[in-house]
């Protein structure tokens, strides 16, 4: 109480409401890879502020055959141009990664520029490396706000190289509790089976509750930026005869050139699917709470996956009884589209942690109370301060279970809060200056398998 010493009336405000738990954001990814320039990490909420820091795509180069009918152009082939020295497929795709991301529902994230597509000249292409993408997650370790980890280019790794910042990104993930990873099966010659199983050899079995793999790649409906000087058209058919670049033929056979451009724009990206699985994430989180599995979704500017799994393909990915490692699908259904058919993480035989959505919700709980519960520290560790801490999270929890984040038809079957002398520590815990608060989750679970029975019913007299 404070010393009066002049006559006089006072006023004295008393706080009897305990503090409130300020919700963390749980769909902020971290975009680690390559860009045309600039470097370092920045947060973006659109592709246009993307471009501002790092600049576009790295830009195909195309090779067009072609012959004319008449006036009518016949098209031979539309080819990437690779030589010795450059390829004409891009081998970085974050640009068109991110693109995706904001088509499917992606919201504000963070970039984390490794490298350009070339050198300091200008010219010489930058060899995609282990040690970019290791150094890219030791940046976003030291960052905040960021909750998914997304590396769509390291599929471009070599397999082991690829393998260990799998490792590497559950490790921080475990270490920090308060982020998740995406990762992507790397497509090897096309076989399933070849391509889960080195997946699921290769990612180790640490933290494996932190992260979700997803299959297969899918083709885009997005088209490849080019310059028009580096499309090389052969107007000869294939013999060589007459070889011009498209800004030539731009000058001197317009129907042709409008032909040739139609023909180019049929090229469709092809990507990994993380970065539409992240804004997939963004998306429920925002409609729906991060408590409802980021599944049975469809997905946008998707043409179809690059493979077909069926049921039978399914089960050996969606359950792995020697290591629990489950693969989420990414499938085809006629008249419903392109669906997210799986929310597991690579802990597929853990039952706590099985599920993509009960880890989420449980670090964004986690993590939105221990940030809310600072306040405590250095505070008396006595009952007024235990209760203001209890009440502060059967606030929250019961906020969340009036969401349905939480099971149960009544507050206390869906959590409990307990601190106190007897209850969670005992003197010595007060001694040594420890305040012990306990809690226990009803987490809501996805309705993975619905079973429908049905059977004869005997006509009654």
């Known amino acids: 109480m404070a010393s009066y010493k ?80 450059v390829k004409g497929k891009p081998t970085f795709f974050l640009y068109y990664s991110l693109k995706h991301y904001f088509d499917n ?22 060899l995609i490396s282990k040690a970019a993408f290791t150094a890219g997650l030791d940046l976003v370790k030291v960052e905040d706000e ?19 910042v799998c490792q590497q990104a559950l490790m921080q993930c475990g270490d920090l509790k308060d982020r ?24 180790g079995n640490n933290h494996l509750s932190y992260g979700a793999a997803y299959y297969p790649y899918l083709l885009t409906s997005l088209s490849y930026r080019y310059d028009e000087a580096d499309v090389a058209v052969d107007l000869g058919g294939g013999d060589g005869a007459t070889t011009l670049s498209n800004d030539a033929v731009k000058v001197s056979q317009t129907a042709l050139y409008n032909a040739i451009k139609t023909e180019l724009n049929k090229a469709r990206v092809t990507l990994p699917p993380s970065g539409a699985i992240a804004g997939v994430y963004a998306g429920v989180d925002r409609a729906r709470g991060v408590w409802k599995a980021p599944a049975n979704v469809s997905l946008a500017s998707v043409i179809k996956p690059v493979a077909k799994i069926t049921n039978a393909d399914q089960d050996g990915l969606n359950v792995d009884p020697s290591a629990g490692k489950s693969i989420n699908a990414i499938r ?19 039952n706590e942690w099985r599920y993509v959505s009960v880890r989420r919700l449980f670090v964004m709980i986690e993590e939105s109370i221990q940030k809310s519960t600072g306040f405590a520290v250095f505070e008396a560790n006595d009952a007024t301060t235990w209760l203001k801490v209890k009440g502060m999270i059967e606030g929250y929890l019961y906020g969340l279970w009036e969401k349905g ?21 005992n003197a010595q815990d007060v001694l040594e200056g420890r305040m012990i608060v ?7 679970r996805p309705a993975e398998f619905i079973i429908l029975r049905f059977m004869h019913k005997l006509p009654e007299a």
Not at 8 to 23: K, N
Not at 54 to 77: E, H, I, M, W, Y
Not at 146 to 157: G, K, W
């Open 332 to 350: 085809s259904f006629t008249n419903k589209g392109i669906l997210v058919w799986g929310g597991r993480t690579l802990a597929g035989n853990d």
């Open 180 to 203: 998740f990873s995406i990762f992507d099966v790397r497509d090897g010659d096309g076989d399933i089976d070849a391509d889960v199983t080195a997946f699921r050899g290769g990612v």
């Open 105 to 126: 529902g992606g919201g504000r994230c963070y970039v984390v520029s490794v490298g350009n597509y070339t050198g300091e000249d200008g010219t010489t292409p930058t």
């Open 6 to 85: 002049t006559p006089g009336v006072y006023v004295e405000e008393v706080s009897t409401l305990p503090p409130s738990v300020a919700e963390v954001s749980t769909a902020i990814p971290a975009f680690i890879g390559y860009t045309e320039k600039g470097a370092g990490v920045v947060k973006i909420d659109n592709l246009l502020e993307f471009e501002e820091h790092f600049g576009g795509p790295q830009k195909a180069k195309f090779s067009v055959t072609t012959r004319l009918a008449g006036d009518v152009p016949l098209f031979n082939s539309v080819d990437f141009t690779d030589t010795d020295a």
């Open 438 to 444: 306990e809690t226990g989750i009803a987490a809501v």
């Open 146 to 164: 960021p909750t998914l980890l997304v590396f769509p280019e390291a599929v471009n790794l070599v397999a082991d190289d690829f393998n260990a």
């Open 405 to 425: 984040a939480l099971q149960g038809s009544t507050p206390e079957q869906a959590y409990y809060v307990n601190v106190g002398l007897g209850k969670t520590m």
